[in-house]
T-cell receptor
Framework: DAGITQSPRHKVTETGTPVTLRCHQT?????MYWYRQDPGHGLRLIHY???????DKGEVSDGYSVSRSKTEDFLLTLESATSSQTSVYFC???????????FGPGTRLTVT | DQQVKQNSPSLSVQEGRISILNCDYT??????FLWYKKYPAEGPTFLIS?????DKNEDGRFTVFLNKSAKHLSLHIVPSQPGDSAVYFC????????????FGAGTQVVVTP
């Protein structure tokens, strides 16, 4: 158990509304990641963080922003949700000394 | 541009037999590879990894093989068990890339009695 929680676990929202997903870790790992999982695509990196206030874009960052004001929390925001952002979102952490990432339980987001 | 490809979306195998999952990559900068297992409604769980300085890594029933010249890796599960029924993702990274992984699309494994 890597001590990662995600909230909410499920959310249904309407097109055009803002949505924030939260990832919380209990072990103060430096590296945190947000992915989305879609059929036929595996997991695709949205944004990642390598420290407090240090973030960068992944391969599918359009329409998403992130913030990390504390080591333990990494927030993913959809400023104006679209139906194409319907997906399952996973947060991951990486202990700095190894390359393996450990994933949270996921958030299923539906944009109607 | 998918740099990591799992060309078999599904695999059915009998309990006790060997499961072989394949993964191809195109980026020659990748030097670290992992396999993850995912059950429905759960996050992926780390299974096994291999560095490009090795061509084989074993952990119990799981063995990963790396063929750098072919840009190909495979995961062998032997013997397969019903609890191995899951989606398996391969992932690749360059170790100087802040741990940014590229994932394959996944292979659904079904182990039948």
């Amino acid at each position: 158990d890597a001590g990662i929680t995600q909230s909410p676990r499920h959310k249904v929202t309407e097109t055009g509304t803002p949505v924030t997903l939260r990832c919380h870790q209990t072990e103060n790992h430096r590296y945190m990641y947000w992915y989305r999982q879609d059929p036929g695509h595996g997991l695709r990196l949205i944004h990642y963080s390598y420290g407090v206030k240090d973030t960068d874009k992944g391969e599918v960052s359009d329409g998403y922003s992130v913030s990390r004001s504390k080591t333990e929390d990494f927030l993913l925001t959809l400023e104006s949700a679209t139906s194409s952002q319907t997906s399952v979102y996973f947060c991951a952490i990486r202990p700095g000394e190894i390359y393996e990432q450990y994933f949270g339980p996921g958030t299923r987001l539906t944009v109607t | 541009d998918q740099q990591v490809k799992q060309n078999s979306p599904s695999l059915s195998v009998q309990e006790g037999r060997i499961s072989i999952l394949n993964c191809d990559y195109t980026n020659s900068m990748f030097d670290y590879f992992l396999w993850y297992k995912k059950y429905p409604a759960e996050g992926p769980t780390f299974l096994i990894s291999i560095s490009s300085i090795k061509d084989k890594n074993e952990d119990g029933r799981f063995t990963v093989f790396l063929n750098k010249s072919a840009k190909h890796l495979s995961l062998h599960i032997v013997p397969s068990q019903p609890g191995d029924s899951a989606v398996y993702f391969c992932a690749a990274t360059s170790t100087d890339s802040w741990g940014k992984f590229q994932f394959g699309a996944g292979t659904q494994v079904v182990v039948t009695p």
